[in-house]
């Protein structure tokens, strides 16, 4: 119990020190203000987003100004790494969220919202009105691109990934005078040809060239402001292809073509996502020592584990081939999700978020293998410690519940009060954190009974008694983590192998299934951290479960939050 409440303390002073210091990175020790706002647009509804405003930003002295909006599936947050360079660079960036993603409203309309954002940077007084520019990651940068054509504010327009998009460029040419430019990837997971879009028809004809795109070239004039310019980064455009790559070749753009500072800053991105891994371990063990206390006061501890690990102690191969089946049944749901591909991952009542849905029914897939396994192995040898791993009155039942409710909710919580006293963005479990709201909750609670039903399965399936490690015990935690994280790794790990023999992935346009694993493999990880761990306190499975179910249903209601009306 001392040594709980001792791992809780530092636990919880390193989460806060994580909060001071990426909140000095993103304001740059205190040069930058970052406060959010809300407009209401002219439709009548309204959209959320955030202002990083360096101080020497005033209205004597206005400082260039980037609109930035991020992809579909995804809130503002999502931009944070790029919009800290931006403002560090001493421009003022004002980012938000479409409509019908993040806190906005649910609407539908040709730009999204994207215009009212550009009448609301004019009402800004310490922007520069001369230099405003425009930047978006493939659906937001179309939104932006589109608004910049019918405002006559906007100087420079950026977009990242995906070249054409909703009729994005219809109406540009080579002489339209907005300075444009494309961040791309030298890589791509989803095409054939990665290197396509520098031969697409779209860019040719605003680049004002019937030839190839050549990277790194400068088209156009800057003085009539019809500078073309195509950017390539030693990225491969998974599910959000952003990088320091990316960040600089962002600064390189929007310093030419809005005079802003050509002395590029250090990139401070690798020391964000440092101080967010930090502030993951330990608020994970944040976590589990307060879900320690809990279970301990109410009385939920169990004494004996019912196990038959003594006996095991040469069941290695047996945990191997427990291993390599669940390996199978991670990777076998994925196989007819490729194949589906969008249809099945359309907004329906029942899963009302786009691509990510992928996550939800592979959960369903997942859950209904390990039901079949169990359900075989049972008639077939009689197991009845599955029983004792599972059984508990509906009084135990609902404490675990509520204990483990309460850990993962004071994470929550301390996410909120980072959020709220530091106005920055912060890490919850490799998502990027932002509050409730009631389509969220909506969302999740369609989300949690699939994740419920396959962290239960798949935690009876990984105790199985044939499938225990005794000596050394640290041996449980990794067939852990290869059990939970093994399947999505092996499924990368085949996609990429078509890299050095064919200079492309062996699957092709495949977001919707693969795109979104890769954002839970990290919380994989701790989940097979959790679920060792309580199986080692309780006896039972049902807390892992429950902890685990919580985490993934934030992932996916958390910040990919995008829906239709």
Same mark, same amino acid.
């Given at each position: 119990?001392?040594?709980?409440?001792?791992?809780?303390?530092?636990?919880?002073?390193?989460?806060?020190?994580?909060?001071? $210091?990426?909140?000095? *990175?993103?304001?740059?020790?205190?040069?930058?203000?970052?406060?959010?706002?809300?407009? /209401?647009?002219?439709?009548?509804?309204?959209?959320?987003?955030?202002?990083?405003?360096?101080?020497?930003?005033?209205?004597?002295?206005?400082?260039?100004?980037?609109?930035?909006?991020?992809? !579909?599936?995804?809130?503002? =947050?999502?931009?944070?790494?790029?919009? /800290?360079?931006?403002?560090?660079?001493? +421009?003022?960036? /004002?980012?938000?969220?479409?409509?019908?993603?993040?806190?906005?409203?649910?609407?539908?309309?040709?730009?999204? $919202?994207?215009?009212?954002?550009?009448?609301?940077?004019?009402?800004?007084? %310490?922007?520069?009105?001369?230099?405003?520019?425009?930047?978006?990651?493939?659906?937001?940068?179309?939104?932006?691109?589109?608004?910049?054509?019918?405002?006559?504010?906007?100087?420079?327009?950026?977009?990242?990934?995906?070249?054409?998009? %909703?009729?994005?460029?219809?109406?540009?040419?080579?002489?339209?005078?907005?300075?444009?430019?494309?961040?791309?990837?030298?890589?791509?997971?989803?095409?054939?040809?990665?290197?396509?879009?520098?031969?697409?028809?779209?860019?040719?004809?605003?680049?004002?060239?019937?030839?190839?795109?050549? /990277?790194?070239?400068?088209?156009?004039? #800057?003085?009539? @402001?019809?500078?073309?310019?195509?950017?390539?980064?030693?990225?491969?455009?998974?599910?959000?292809?952003?990088?320091?790559?990316?960040?600089?070749?962002?600064?390189?753009?929007?310093?030419?073509?809005?005079?802003?500072?050509?002395?590029?800053?250090?990139?401070?991105?690798?020391?964000?996502?440092? #101080?967010? $891994?930090?502030? *993951?371990?330990?608020?994970?063990?944040?976590?589990?020592?307060?879900?320690?206390?809990?279970?301990?006061?109410?009385?939920?501890?169990?004494? &004996?584990?019912?196990?038959?690990?003594?006996?095991?102690?040469?069941?290695?191969?047996?945990?191997?081939? !427990?291993?390599?089946?669940?390996?199978?049944?991670?990777?076998?749901?994925?196989?007819?999700?490729?194949?589906?591909?969008?249809?099945?991952?359309?907004?329906?009542?029942? %899963?009302?978020?786009?691509?990510?849905?992928? #996550?939800? *029914?592979?959960?369903?897939?997942?859950?209904?293998?390990?039901?079949?396994?169990?359900?075989?192995?049972?008639? @077939?040898?009689?197991? =009845?410690?599955?029983?004792?791993?599972?059984?508990?009155?509906?009084?135990?039942?609902?404490?675990?519940?509520?204990?483990?409710?309460?850990?993962?909710?004071?994470?929550?919580?301390?996410?909120?009060?980072?959020?709220?006293?530091?106005?920055?963005?912060?890490?919850?479990?490799?998502?990027?954190?932002?509050?409730?709201?009631? @389509?969220?909750?909506?969302?999740?609670?369609?989300?949690?009974?699939? %994740?419920?039903?396959?962290?239960?399965?798949?935690?009876?399936? @990984?105790?199985?008694?044939?499938?225990?490690?005794?000596?050394? &015990?640290?041996?449980?935690?990794?067939?852990?983590?290869?059990?939970?994280? $093994?399947?999505?790794?092996?499924?990368?790990?085949?996609?990429?192998?078509?890299?050095?023999?064919?200079?492309?992935?062996?699957?092709?346009?495949?977001?919707?299934?693969?795109?979104?694993?890769?954002?839970?493999?990290?919380?994989?990880?701790?989940?097979?951290?959790?679920?060792?761990?309580?199986?080692?306190?309780?006896?039972?499975? +049902?807390?892992?479960?429950?902890?685990?179910?919580?985490?993934?249903?934030?992932?996916?209601?958390?910040?990919?939050?995008?829906?239709?009306?």
């Amino acid at each position: 119990m001392r040594q709980a409440k001792q791992i809780l303390v530092v636990a919880l002073c390193v989460v806060l020190l994580c909060f001071a $210091g990426s909140w000095f *990175i993103q304001t740059n020790g205190g040069k930058i203000e970052i406060h959010p706002f809300s407009i /209401v647009t002219s439709e009548g509804a309204s959209l959320s987003g955030q202002i990083f405003r360096p101080t020497d930003a005033t209205p004597e002295t206005p400082a260039p100004t980037v609109v930035t909006c991020v992809g !579909g599936n995804n809130s503002y =947050s999502m931009m944070r790494n790029l919009n /800290v360079e931006l403002a560090r660079a001493g +421009y003022v960036v /004002v980012t938000y969220s479409s409509y019908k993603h993040g806190s906005s409203e649910l609407l539908e309309t040709d730009t999204m $919202g994207a215009s009212d954002v550009l009448r609301y940077v004019q009402t800004l007084e %310490f922007a520069d009105q001369d230099r405003i520019g425009v930047m978006g990651h493939t659906r937001g940068g179309g939104y932006l691109f589109k608004a910049a054509l019918s405002s006559d504010c906007v100087r420079a327009a950026l977009k990242l990934g995906t070249v054409e998009l %909703f009729g994005s460029l219809q109406g540009y040419d080579s002489q339209t005078p907005i300075n444009c430019g494309w961040i791309m990837s030298n890589y791509n997971e989803y095409l054939l040809d990665p290197l396509s879009y520098s031969r697409d028809t779209a860019l040719q004809r605003v680049f004002g060239s019937e030839n190839t795109i050549e /990277v790194g070239k400068t088209y156009g004039n #800057l003085e009539q @402001r019809t500078v073309r310019r195509l950017y390539a980064v030693d990225t491969i455009d998974s599910a959000y292809p952003f990088s320091t790559g990316y960040a600089a070749a962002a600064l390189d753009f929007f310093a030419f073509t809005l005079d802003g500072q050509q002395q590029l800053p250090m990139p401070v991105w690798p020391w964000l996502e440092g #101080l967010s $891994g930090i502030s *993951i371990i330990a608020m994970t063990a944040l976590m589990l020592s307060l879900a320690y206390l809990l279970l301990a006061k109410g009385g939920l501890l169990q004494t &004996k584990v019912v196990s038959e690990n003594a006996q095991l102690k040469g069941a290695r191969r047996k945990i191997a081939g !427990g291993v390599l089946l669940n390996l199978a049944i991670v990777a076998v749901p994925f196989f007819p999700l490729y194949m589906l591909g969008k249809r099945i991952l359309e907004p329906i009542p029942l %899963f009302p978020q786009n691509d990510t849905n992928g #996550l939800a *029914i592979w959960a369903l897939f997942a859950g209904l293998l390990y039901w079949l396994l169990l359900f075989v192995r049972g008639r @077939r040898y009689g197991n =009845s410690t599955l029983h004792m791993r599972l059984a508990a009155t509906p009084e135990k039942l609902g404490r675990t519940f509520l204990v483990a409710a309460a850990a993962f909710t004071a994470i929550y919580l301390l996410n909120l009060l980072g959020s709220v006293t530091l106005a920055g963005t912060f890490r919850l479990f490799c998502t990027y954190f932002e509050p409730l709201t009631l @389509r969220r909750m909506l969302a999740a609670c369609t989300c949690f009974p699939l %994740f419920l039903l396959y962290f239960l399965l798949a935690e009876a399936f @990984r105790t199985e008694p044939d499938f225990q490690c005794v000596e050394p &015990k640290w041996m449980e935690y990794v067939t852990s983590a290869v059990f939970y994280a $093994g399947g999505p790794i092996l499924l990368y790990a085949l996609n990429y192998l078509g890299f050095p023999l064919m200079g492309h992935s062996l699957f092709h346009a495949a977001r919707f299934a693969f795109g979104p694993m890769l954002a839970i493999t990290p919380v994989l990880l701790i989940a097979s951290v959790i679920s060792v761990w309580a199986k080692r306190k309780t006896g039972k499975v +049902y807390f892992a479960a429950f902890l685990n179910t919580f985490l993934f249903v934030w992932l996916l209601a958390g910040t990919n939050a995008f829906y239709y009306k």
